[in-house]
């Protein structure tokens, strides 16, 4: 295998693994408490931010060295089933039995659980995991892996990493909320309950065909205005000091552009009928 093709490999890969460290991490039980004090499912949700980071640079990489091959975005989709399907789904497994079950584990939760919204929640996980697969081949096949990833089109179905980011950045603030001891006995549990709802929306999105724009190529591979500068260095500040929100906040205003963009289209071609 020549040399160029090794480096963004390498960068899937570490996608990969951070993956599956964000499914080890969420695992934990909920007592467990990691480095500067984060929780098991911090631990996954930053590790699952990190594998997404790598995915988005690991193309440019392969550019950058002149090595873009099909095995590269086949083995990419691989690593993105595990990072933003696999890992947010046992994320919400894991917020879910950390209420449901005595101490944290995810025995409740299961096709074989006791208490009928564990079957619930089990079974919104599977979809989850089933539609990212879905979201992921649809992708390989309309975008032809073999000519070489494109920046330069619109998503049909919310992209895996914007679904998974939805719903990794509401159980880290969760998580931060908790930290921060703003937690009560309904709002915690009403909070933490109405993730697998969103994971389902989110679910639905992937596999829809509702139009995504690809960020980068809209927001960062062209000239902006100076409005476009005056927001950005708006949301930066929101960000340092209100950071977890401030990233819930963007993930969740990505996935309704998708629907706020159908119900446009709808109102202008009912316009233009009258």
Known sequence: MPPQIVWPLLFTLGNLVAGFAAIHYATKSAE????????????????????MFLDSIDGAVARLT????????????????????????????ALIGSYLGEDGHLTVLGPDADMPWGKVVWAIAAVYVCCTALRLARFNVETHPEEGPTDDIAFLGIPSPGAAGVVVALIMLHQHLLANGIDTIWIGQAYAFG?????????LAMVSNMPYEHFVSRYLGRPQTFRFLSVTVIILFFGIWWFQETVAFGFVW??????IEVIKKRRQAREELQ
Do not use: H, Q
């Open 66 to 93: 002149k090595s873009v091959t099909a095995l590269g975005a086949m083995l990419d989709s691989l690593a993105d089933l595990v990072t933003c399907g696999v890992a947010p789904a046992m994320m919400v497994l």
């Open 32 to 51: 467990w408490v990691g480095p500067w004090g984060w929780s098991g499912l911090t631990m996954a949700g930053s590790l699952v931010f990190f594998g």
């Open 254 to 259: 990505y996935a309704l552009t998708g629907p």
């Open 195 to 203: 993730v697998p709802i969103v994971a389902l929306c989110c679910a």
